[in-house]
């Protein structure tokens, strides 16, 4: 098993392993904000401790895998803009998403972060790569097709998005790209 950089270096941006100490700025820039949080397959934040418990499950991420979550930062201003990642489920197999704050929507940030997470899963070994989108989060859709991945199927009633429909099983797109 290949262990990914826990920092990388893009044009515009720096991905880099979450450490203790970014909990503030995490929960702050985007975990408890509903925009930003509407698509995604986990709940708002409403303290700063549960954003304290994310981190600790994504250090056992990193100590089980190859890679696991990275922050995303402005290289020229140094500021948090979101994060991405992968979460394997197997050694050749894993998913990727990505948050951005409000203020980070349609600057490119996105797809430059996922292009470098592309580039890491497969340094990692990952021949499988897939990603899972609300059937109308046609922005996140967009992403992932300029990134090469290709939608295999539409999972009908499949994941829950506590922020947008709680309790409620919404329809995703699978998308996939192999390595």
Same mark, same amino acid.
């Given at each position: 098993?290949?262990?990914?950089?826990?920092?990388?270096?893009?044009?515009?941006?720096?991905?880099?392993?979450?450490?203790?100490?970014? &909990?503030?700025?995490?929960?702050?820039?985007?975990?408890?904000?509903?925009?930003?949080?509407?698509?995604?397959?986990?709940?708002?934040?409403?303290?700063?401790?549960?954003?304290?418990?994310?981190?600790?499950?994504?250090?056992?991420?990193?100590?089980?895998?190859?890679?696991?979550?990275?922050?995303?930062?402005?290289?020229? &201003?140094?500021?948090?803009?979101?994060?991405?990642?992968?979460?394997?489920?197997?050694?050749?197999?894993?998913?990727?998403?990505?948050?951005?704050?409000?203020?980070?929507?349609?600057?490119?940030?996105?797809?430059?972060?996922?292009?470098?997470?592309?580039?890491?899963?497969? &340094?990692?070994?990952?021949?499988?790569?897939?990603?899972?989108?609300?059937?109308?989060?046609?922005?996140?859709?967009?992403?992932?097709?300029?990134?090469?991945?290709?939608?295999?199927?539409?999972?009908?009633?499949?994941?829950?998005?506590?922020?947008?429909?709680?309790?409620?099983?919404?329809?995703?797109?699978?998308?996939?790209?192999?390595?």
């Amino acid at each position: 098993m290949t262990h990914a950089p826990e920092r990388i270096e893009t044009a515009r941006l720096v991905l880099q392993r979450p450490r203790p100490d970014d &909990a503030d700025a995490i929960f702050r820039r985007y975990a408890s904000d509903p925009d930003v949080t509407r698509y995604l397959s986990w709940p708002l934040h409403v303290s700063v401790e549960h954003t304290r418990a994310v981190l600790a499950f994504s250090d056992e991420e990193w100590r089980r895998w190859p890679a696991g979550p990275y922050l995303v930062w402005s290289r020229d &201003a140094g500021r948090l803009l979101g994060s991405t990642g992968l979460t394997f489920e197997a050694p050749d197999r894993a998913t990727t998403g990505y948050v951005f704050a409000r203020d980070a929507w349609g600057h490119g940030y996105a797809t430059e972060a996922l292009a470098a997470t592309i580039d890491i899963a497969r &340094a990692a070994g990952v021949r499988r790569l897939q990603a899972l989108c609300h059937v109308d989060h046609r922005q996140s859709a967009r992403v992932l097709e300029k990134c090469g991945f290709a939608q295999e199927s539409v999972r009908r009633e499949f994941a829950e998005f506590p922020n947008l429909t709680p309790g409620t099983l919404s329809d995703v797109f699978e998308y996939v790209r192999f390595l």
